[in-house]
């Protein structure tokens, strides 16, 4: 799919209104490894695709409970991976100052390793040494992809891994900029997810 086409379909029979319901045992199997939090089953209220190039799609999925959103990676349309991730913080910026205080070259965000918790995570995205780029992306909201509600992220992952295979642990931060130029910064704490994990 050339890059800016959205896709028409969802994958995994996502769609708006439909409940997202996960598995009920799962809390509990990851009591004590991950301090993500699981929501009870909510409406999926938008859903934001993001097109990284080259047949590569990331689903963003906003459920009613503004805490969480799942977030869906396909490429040619199979599923490679999904996360489930709790907002930790959203902070809007009030200034320049602001943004580079929290989110600038001389802040934590970039650097090899993350502490949050008590708790080390890895980066995940660049090679610089001591400080990576953030990475850009822009999210669009089909299918009326209207331009005033596209919103652009500047992100950089963390993660680490959890001795369970297949599930590590996420943090995500994000610069987001709407079409209205208001910034503001999130941070995501996230855990892999299986597809059987969703029922």
Sequence with gaps: MPTGQLAVGYPLGLREGLP???DPQLPSAMTGLTLVTFPSAQPIENIGVIDL?????LYRVYLADEDYWLQVHTEHGQV????LFNYLSWVPMESQDHLLQTAGPASPIGRPTYLLDGITFSRDWGTAGNQAE????????PPANFERDQV???AMLYSRDLGIPGRREFLLFSVEENA???VSVSTSRGLTLFA???I
Excluded: C, M, P
């Design 196 to 198: 059987h994990d969703l």
């Design 152 to 154: 652009q992220h500047r």
């Design 80 to 83: 490679e991976s999904i996360v």
């Design 20 to 22: 997202l319901t996960i």
């Design 180 to 182: 209205l130029g208001e």
């Design 53 to 57: 190039g080259a047949g590569a799609q």
């Design 134 to 141: 953030l990475q850009s992306f822009t999210e669009r909201f």
